[in-house]
């Protein structure tokens, strides 16, 4: 009879921080509430403060909990911003070691926005196309502050996800974005790139303000399509450049 897998010895820290992690989801603790001190939880589970440090280090690190220097920590408030942030860092480092990942972010982003590029057309109120109306003419604005160019750019690909009404989408869009613009730290060099942007942005718009959910899937394509063009024309700059260079590249 095979005595199956050895059994692991857990740390301390683990138990401290599974039992605090069903205090959180079972409601004893709510969202933006403060847990007891260290001194409290030490004398409740009968444990030293290490084990409750690292329990504590360990469940913010997991974005369910914050920890402020001087307070006691808190049960964090879930969004989807928070929770597609908590991988951000770890997509970073992955595209860092393994670039041809990045193809494989290009085709999900595709993937997505032109099917919200659809759904934005099929389901978009006059207040929705105002709403993105401003995002565009925000975004030309930049063309005076071009250090603002990029983060227009990326409000105008949120809006449309927003259209959707699912709040996921929009933290997904932006986190697309991001990670893309923090990988190509370089300067992409192509003459009228904000204008013809600004083209496309402005097709898109027009087909979700008509109602027409195949011209918008395609306007959007279209436009992915060519900015990941210039994506693969660009150089890349070195890892330690920083992700919020002034002279961004056009999405």
Not at 101 to 114: C, G, N, P, S, V
Not at 141 to 156: P, W
Not at 167 to 174: G, H
Request: hydrophobic share 40%; no cysteine; aromatic share 4%.
């Amino acid at each position: 009879m095979s005595t199956g897998e050895p059994i692991q010895r857990r740390k301390l820290y683990h138990e401290v921080m599974d039992r605090l992690v069903e205090r959180i989801r079972n409601g004893e603790i709510g969202p933006g509430q403060h847990l007891p001190s260290e001194r409290e939880l030490m004398e409740f589970y009968g444990v030293g403060r290490p084990a409750v440090r690292e329990a504590l280090q360990e469940l913010a690190r997991s974005g369910i909990l914050e920890i402020t220097h001087g307070e006691r920590a808190r049960v964090v408030v879930p969004t989807a911003q928070l929770l597609i942030g908590q991988i951000a860092g770890g997509t970073e480092h992955l595209l860092h070691v393994q670039p041809d990942m990045l193809e494989h972010l290009k085709d999900a982003r595709i993937f997505l926005e032109t099917g919200l590029a659809r759904l934005a057309a099929e389901r978009a109120t006059l207040d929705d196309v105002s709403r993105l109306r401003l995002r565009l003419t925000e975004h030309r604005r930049a063309l005076q502050q071009l250090d603002q160019f990029i983060d227009r750019d990326m409000a105008f690909h949120r809006e449309i996800a927003a259209i959707s009404g699912n709040p996921i989408m929009p933290a997904i869009v932006e986190a697309l974005f991001g990670w893309a613009r923090a990988y190509y730290q370089s300067i992409v060099r192509a003459p009228g790139a904000e204008d013809l942007t600004l083209a496309e942005h402005e097709r898109i718009v027009d087909a979700i303000a008509g109602h027409d959910a195949a011209g918008a899937e395609q306007a959007m394509r279209d436009h992915l399509t060519r900015a990941n063009a210039l994506y693969r024309r660009a150089p890349q700059a070195p890892a330690s450049a920083g992700a919020g260079d002034p002279e961004k590249p056009a999405k």
